[in-house]
T-cell receptor, first 116, second 111 residues
Framework: AQSVAQPEDQVNVAEGNPLTVKCTYS??????LFWYVQYPNRGLQFLLK??????LVKGSYGFEAEFNKSQTSFHLKKPSALVSDSALYFC??????????????FGKGTKLSVIP | EAQVTQNPRYLITVTGKKLTVTCSQN?????MSWYRQDPGLGLRQIYY???????DKGDVPEGYKVSRKEKRNFPLILESPSPNQTSLYFC??????????FGNGTRLTVT
């Protein structure tokens, strides 16, 4: 069974500082990894994904994430946080080799607050 | 515009009164899924469908039904809603290695 852990319920960062939202995963095969963001009263919006290739992937709004196979991690990062980045962030994993290969498992979410 | 459309956005109902939340996608995706979102629990999958007439249980299927008679539609049915089904519900669709597309959510309150 696949699983995702987001160890921090909340992350606070000052505007202009770098931010990191942590994610670790467990999956039997090679993972597809995703980050989504949720703004209040909205659905989830896709930020970025790792399928294969370069371990550093770049996504929307200046976000990036680094895939680390040995540590089974996929942390979300941004060099300089904006107040508008304040939202709920979800990490998700898929095992494309399984019978339910579309199945996406989500972490519990991390609330990011960027302080002006 | 590619989108997943859920209706209604907000719904208040009473215990035991059958309801249906509709979901429709215009991207010809094979895969569709329903999730519920609760504080501190993240998103939990209710049911999913790999294609027309193919549905399967997710992690929390009790009290829910689904059907997939057409590729574009995947309604969620609560035959006898209970207060513990008060939640925020999301429909999603996808295909291949692409990320899932999500609807804007349905906030259900069962009193």
């Amino acid at each position: 069974a696949q699983s995702v852990a987001q160890p921090e319920d909340q992350v606070n960062v000052a505007e202009g500082n770098p931010l990191t939202v942590k994610c670790t995963y467990s999956v039997s095969g090679n993972p597809y990894l995703f980050w989504y963001v949720q703004y209040p009263n909205r659905g989830l919006q896709f930020l970025l994904k790792y399928i294969t290739g370069d371990n550093l992937v770049k996504g929307s709004y200046g976000f990036e994430a680094e895939f680390n196979k040995s540590q089974t991690s996929f942390h979300l990062k941004k060099p300089s946080a904006l107040v508008s980045d304040s939202a709920l962030y979800f990490c998700a994993v898929r095992d494309p080799s399984g019978a339910g290969s579309y199945q996406l498992t989500f972490g519990k979410g991390t609330k990011l607050s960027v302080i002006p | 515009e590619a989108q997943v459309t859920q209706n209604p956005r907000y719904l208040i109902t009473v215990t035991g009164k059958k309801l249906t939340v509709t979901c429709s996608q215009n991207m010809n995706h094979e895969y569709m899924s329903w999730y519920r979102q609760d504080p501190g629990l993240g998103l939990r999958q209710i049911y999913y469908s790999m294609n027309v007439e193919v549905t399967d249980k997710g992690d929390v299927p009790e009290g829910y039904k689904v059907s997939r008679k057409e590729k574009r539609n995947f309604p969620l049915i609560l035959e006898s809603p209970s207060p513990n089904q008060t939640s925020l519900y999301f429909c999603a669709s996808g295909t291949g290695g692409s990320p899932l597309h999500f609807g804007n959510g349905t906030r259900l309150t069962v009193t």
